[in-house]
T-cell receptor, first 112, second 116 residues
Framework: NAGVTQTPKFRILKIGQSMTLQCTQDMNHNYMYWYRQDPGMGLKLIYY???????DKGEVPNGYNVSRSTTEDFPLRLELAAPSQTSVYFCASSYSGGLGYTFGSGTRLTIV | AQKVTQAQTEISVVEKEDVTLDCVYETRDTTYYLFWYKQPPSGELVFLIRRNSFDEQNEISGRYSWNFQKSTSSFNFTITASQVVDSAVYFCALSESRGANSKLTFGKGITLSVRP
């Protein structure tokens, strides 16, 4: 049982480049989330999904896009990377919000 | 809107001291869930406890204990006889309900340093 798998673990990106952060879960969870963590700021919600085909914005969605074509996958897309997107990104899933959340190990992204 | 406040940003103690990490939350829901997570230097998020709004019993797990008080909207975390391995960032978090608004809202975290 792999839980939530995030790839890559580390990435350095140049300003203006694009990339996709991958997130896959094998627990058949309906709910999936993307958070970013900046030093001293806690984790902030970027986007979330309550099921395949349904996504919604969180607190800090600007500069990101998501899709949820399957229950298992919830990729996060950065179209034009900016230095402000340098952060650690966490993907999480839950069967039903409130019952518990499983987090991936995180992706450390640096924009230069 | 839900909000979690961790007023303490950094705490430093000497090993074997007891330490309490404070958490105050805001929510308009009557059904909600409170969590504590630990983030060691390796960076992963480690789940410590989940508490629902209808269960105000305090909980003890080894050296860890949690004090949930709805009257003051607080969910404080105490580490007894702290150890160097307890050094980490600790997050308190709130989820309002099971439905579409089941987003987990985090506090800013408390950095705990335990010195030998």
């Amino acid at each position: 049982n792999a839980g939530v798998t995030q790839t890559p673990k580390f990435r350095i990106l140049k300003i203006g480049q694009s990339m996709t952060l991958q997130c896959t879960q094998d627990m058949n969870h309906n709910y999936m989330y993307w958070y970013r963590q900046d030093p001293g700021m806690g984790l902030k919600l970027i986007y979330y999904s309550v099921g395949a085909g349904i996504t919604d914005k969180g607190e800090v969605p600007n500069g990101y896009n998501v899709s949820r074509s399957t229950t298992e996958d919830f990729p996060l897309r950065l179209e034009l990377a900016a230095p402000s997107q340098t952060s650690v990104y966490f993907c999480a899933s839950s069967y039903s919000g409130g019952l518990g959340y499983t987090f991936g190990s995180g992706t450390r992204l640096t924009i230069v | 809107a839900q909000k979690v406040t961790q007023a303490q940003t950094e705490i430093s103690v000497v090993e074997k001291e007891d330490v309490t990490l404070d958490c105050v939350y805001e929510t308009r829901d009557t059904t909600y869930y409170l969590f504590w997570y630990k983030q060691p230097p390796s960076g992963e998020l480690v789940f410590l406890i989940r508490r629902n709004s209808f269960d105000e019993q305090n909980e003890i797990s080894g050296r860890y204990s949690w004090n949930f008080q709805k009257s003051t909207s607080s969910f404080n975390f105490t580490i007894t006889a702290s150890q160097v391995v307890d050094s980490a960032v600790y997050f308190c978090a709130l989820s309002e309900s099971r439905g579409a608004n089941s987003k987990l809202t985090f506090g800013k975290g408390i950095t705990l340093s335990v010195r030998p």
